[in-house]
């Protein structure tokens, strides 16, 4: 998979949402939508909303391939399922801490997976 550059490093350092397109597992067509994330190092930290009933959740799981944008800096990246319920609760934290707990509270339903994004 390409390397980041830079200019996605940067931005995700500074912005709480990034677009990311997946391809679709019925359609194989590419999809994109906003979603919120934490970066920590290298590892981008996602967390579907409605957990594994999530529509894009479903298809980086037949298809790991992801694009990660950020305000006109792009890579894309091989993407890794988190379902082991610990690792999936410390995702969980990351993003109360970085979003708030209201807010993960008010639009997350489902916490039983999360994806990690090595964007390094």
């Known amino acids: 998979m390409a390397k ?17 397109s997946v391809t679709g597992r019925k359609s194989g067509k590419e999809s994109t939508r906003p979603v919120w994330f934490v970066l920590e190092g290298n590892t981008l930290y996602l967390l579907p909303v409605q ?3 999530t529509e894009w959740f479903k298809n980086v799981q037949k ?7 950020a ?13 082991d ?8 934290e990351k993003f109360r801490e970085k979003h ?21």
Not at 63 to 69: A, E, G, L, M, Q
């Open 71 to 83: 305000r006109g800096e792009e890579g894309e990246f091989r993407s890794m399922v988190i379902t």
């Open 51 to 53: 957990g594994s009933d």
């Open 100 to 120: 708030g707990a209201a807010d993960v509270k008010k639009y997350y339903s489902n916490f039983d997976v999360a994806v990690e994004v090595n964007v390094g």
């Open 4 to 20: 980041t550059h830079g200019g996605l490093r940067e931005r995700l350092a500074r912005y709480r949402e990034i677009d990311i």
């Open 63 to 69: 298809n790991p391939r992801i694009k990660v944008s």
């Open 85 to 92: 319920p610990k690792a999936v609760t410390t995702v969980v």
